[in-house]
T-cell receptor, first 114, second 112 residues
Framework: SAVISQKPSRDICQRGTSLTIQCQVD?????MFWYRQQPGQSLTLIAT?????????ESGFVIDKFPISRPNLTFSTLTVSNMSPEDSSIYLC???????????FGPGTRLTVL | KNQVEQSPQSLIILEGKNCTLQ??????????LRWYKQDTGRGPVSLTI?????NTKSNGRYTATLDADTKQSSLHITASQLSDSASYIC???????????FGSGTRLLVRP
């Protein structure tokens, strides 16, 4: 199984600022994803982080708000830009295992926007 | 529309008791169904993965069933422990796609 770490684990931010979340995997992976989990809700896919090219965003999510970097096969960042209280959520990084039926999740970053 | 619905939304049981969580889905074409456990403040952890041909799969005290004809699944927890308190999420994968369709989860609280 893949071991995924995220930084920071939690943060409290002011409205209008930006936060960059880091995701580190202990092995090279092809597919890496970013999810959002709003309070009391299940997970929603934000985008697929593609190595060497622009991320693929899901409906309702745009690059200007959630820019993503994927410089190599073990690392990705998600930035939450110009934050508002509605962005308060848990943000999770996820990767596919060697078996594509397996998907592993990071511990999440709990973001609170005041 | 591809959907995954879970019931109950929340459940409280006494330690040592058994419980069963339900999942209905309308995802097509179907690839596999997974149950994840998510502790508060943590990422989801996979409990079981079942493909079309599998009816039952166990992982310790967790037993998942799948009826692909009726598009229903259940997760049975035996002899519950306090550490079972978590959200349990049913997730369905579409064939030829890496995208997952998540249920809203069942919040389980096990009381001493």
């Amino acid at each position: 199984s893949a071991v995924i770490s995220q930084k920071p684990s939690r943060d409290i931010c002011q409205r209008g600022t930006s936060l960059t979340i880091q995701c580190q995997v202990d092995s090279q992976v092809t597919m890496m994803f970013w999810y959002r989990q709003q309070p009391g809700q299940s997970l929603t896919l934000i985008a697929t982080a593609n190595q060497g090219s622009e991320a693929t965003y899901e409906s309702g999510f745009v690059i200007d708000k959630f820019p993503i970097s994927r410089p190599n096969l073990t690392f990705s960042t998600l930035t939450v830009s110009n934050m508002s209280p509605e962005d308060s959520s848990i943000y999770l990084c996820s990767v596919l295992g060697e078996d594509p039926n397996e998907q592993f999740f990071g511990p999440g970053t709990r973001l609170t926007v005041l | 529309k591809n959907q995954v619905e879970q019931s109950p939304q929340s459940l409280i049981i006494l330690e040592g008791k058994n419980c069963t969580l339900q999942c209905n889905y309308t995802v097509s074409p179907f690839s596999n169904l997974r149950w994840y456990k998510q502790d508060t403040g943590r990422g989801p952890v996979s409990l079981t993965i079942m493909t079309f041909s599998e009816n039952t799969k166990s992982n310790g005290r967790y037993t998942a069933t799948l009826d692909a004809d009726t598009k229903q699944s259940s997760l049975h927890i035996t002899a519950s422990q306090l550490s079972d308190s978590a959200s349990y999420i049913c997730v369905v994968s579409k064939a030829s796609s890496y995208k997952l369709i998540f249920g809203s989860g069942t919040r389980l609280l096990v009381r001493p």
